[in-house]
């Protein structure tokens, strides 16, 4: 089911993503449920939960019935966060 997956983003989906230099990686299969990450322009993008259920998880379903739902995986560098630790303790110490 993986390999059926991916080449359907390959040929469905990541095309529109690249027009906005976006790309999407498939992370996981269990049950039904895919999950997925977005990278490039996409990730983090304001608009990423909508292309999710208006792209990804609509042609998912018409091309296989049983997928059930698709889930974007929203990952924080481990650098932005000592980033914003780093802000919000500075922060703290003006008070």
Do not use: W
Not at 32 to 37: A, D, L, M, R, S
């Amino acid at each position: 089911m993986f390999a059926e997956i991916e080449k359907i983003l390959e040929v469905n989906v990541r095309p529109k993503l690249a027009d906005h230099y976006g790309n999407i990686k498939l992370v996981s299969y269990d049950d039904g449920i895919v999950e997925v990450k977005l990278l490039g322009q996409c990730k983090g993008c304001l608009s990423a939960k909508y292309t999710i259920e208006d792209l990804v998880e609509v042609t998912l379903k018409e091309e296989i019935p049983g997928i059930k739902k698709v889930i974007l995986r929203n990952e924080v560098s481990e650098e932005l966060l000592e980033q914003a630790r780093k802000i919000l303790s500075e922060g703290n110490r003006g008070r």
